[in-house]
């Protein structure tokens, strides 16, 4: 049972540069999530989304986006990158009821130079 | 909106010593409450969960947290502190945004044990 799978692992980018994390989970999970983790700051969620279809922002928002076209699968993309976005990315799912943890991904270690 | 302090940016213990950490929390109704720990290059691992019944809930590695309604706190706690429980550790609470689930985290605190 792989769970949460992120790619790619590390990532350098350029300043303007584009690129996709990829997330997939093969638990049949609704819920899903995209969180970035900078140093003393904890998690904060950038976008989630309830559903395939269905996406929607979060507390950090600017300068990513999303799609769900399929349960498994939750890209984040990030379309014109700046310093401000290295940081490390975690992807997480959600089980069937609201008691139940969330299952994360390895993270996606990203610098933007 | 619903909000998590951790308010012990680092701890520093030393190995056999017990370990407190602290959490506070804001949210409207009785809310779903987490505590995870992230090791090095990881991603977060759930020690333990809150969400009715018995106040004191048990976890995996010896760990323990205690719900305190009137305080608003989740506390975790280990009797005696492994040169292996060194990580960072996140309390976490879950509660409904409009309509949709949000979990939301504290900063972490990060453990250190000395020999």
């Known amino acids: 049972n792989a769970g949460v799978t992120q790619t790619p692992k590390f990532r350098i980018l350029k300043i303007g540069q584009s690129m996709t994390l990829q997330c997939t989970q093969d638990m049949n999970h609704n819920y899903m999530y995209w969180y970035r983790q900078d140093p003393g700051m904890g998690l904060k969620l950038i976008y989630y989304s309830v559903g395939a279809g269905i996406t929607d922002k979060g507390e950090v928002p600017n300068g990513y986006n999303v799609s769900r076209s399929t349960t498994e699968d939750f890209p984040l993309r990030l379309e014109l990158a700046a310093p401000s976005q290295t940081s490390v990315y975690f992807c997480?799912?959600?089980?069937?009821?609201?008691?139940?943890?969330?299952?994360f991904g390895n993270g996606t270690r990203l610098t933007v130079t | 909106a619903q909000s998590v302090t951790q308010p012990d940016i680092h701890i520093t213990v030393s190995e056999g010593a017990s370990l407190e950490l602290r959490c506070n929390y804001s949210y409207g109704a009785t809310p779903y409450l987490f505590w995870y720990v992230q090791s090095p290059g990881q991603g977060l691992q759930l020690l333990l969960k809150y969400f009715s019944g018995d106040t004191l809930v048990q976890g995996i590695k010896g760990f323990e947290a205690e719900f305190k309604r009137s305080q608003s706190s989740f506390n975790l706690r280990k009797p005696s502190v492994h040169w292996s429980d060194a990580a960072e550790y996140f309390c976490?609470?879950?509660?409904?945004?409009?309509?949709?689930?949000?979990?939301?985290f504290g900063r972490g605190t990060s453990l250190i044990v000395h020999p």
């Open positions: 976490a609470v879950g509660g409904r945004a409009g309509g949709s689930y949000i979990p939301t």
């Open positions: 997480a799912s959600l089980g069937s009821s609201y008691n139940s943890p969330l299952h």
